[in-house]
């Protein structure tokens, strides 16, 4: 009879844990630096094609970040399940950026201007996402609600126009 039990328990909890893992895209692992490449968005997906707009000069670094779509886990330092980091480009780029599995997620753009590695609000740009308002008020940081989108297993195309104070 123990047995029994104990292993439905064991059967019950690995059924948990993958269902928990399958559903939420929070479970895929986090830091993950990748080198850009389209190849993502020329299959099926899934990916998000990004058409990267208003880009102000070609010095620096664009530094392209997915996150989980919940509010835990967006903007927070090493919470990024994927990162690219491509040369700027001044005007317009398309960057590919692959997703785990399907979900909700949300993505942060930088334009690190003088390539030192820190936020210097007077010069380096940012974008996200649905392209929400970003103003001193909020200090850049909109909430998760106004960035998070849904994705399926296609290669979503998405638009995020780059914003500089």
């Known amino acids: 009879m123990t047995n029994r039990i104990s ?20 479970g895929a692992q986090m830091r993950n630096e990748i080198n850009h490449s389209v190849t993502p968005c020329q299959g099926n997906g899934p990916a998000v094609w990004i058409h990267v707009t208003g880009v102000q000069g070609s010095s620096g670094t664009m530094r392209i970040q997915l996150y989980p779509g919940t509010s835990a886990d967006w903007l927070e330092t090493g919470r990024w399940i994927n990162r690219i980091e491509v040369p700027a480009r ?3 780029m398309q960057i590919c950026m692959p997703v785990p599995r399907p979900g909700n997620y949300a993505i942060a753009i930088r334009h ?17 996402s649905n392209n929400p308002s970003i103003n001193i008020f909020n200090l850049g940081k909109p909430g998760i609600d106004k960035t998070r989108f849904s994705i399926g297993r296609e290669v979503l195309p998405m638009s995020i126009r780059m914003r500089y104070m």
Do not use: E, H, Q
């Open 7 to 26: 292993g439905r328990v064991l059967r019950l909890a690995a059924a948990a844990a993958i269902a928990m893992g399958l559903s939420a895209p929070a």
């Open 90 to 92: 001044n005007g317009a």
């Open 112 to 128: 690190d201007k003088n390539n030192n590695g820190r936020t210097d609000i007077t010069s380096d740009g940012g974008g996200m």
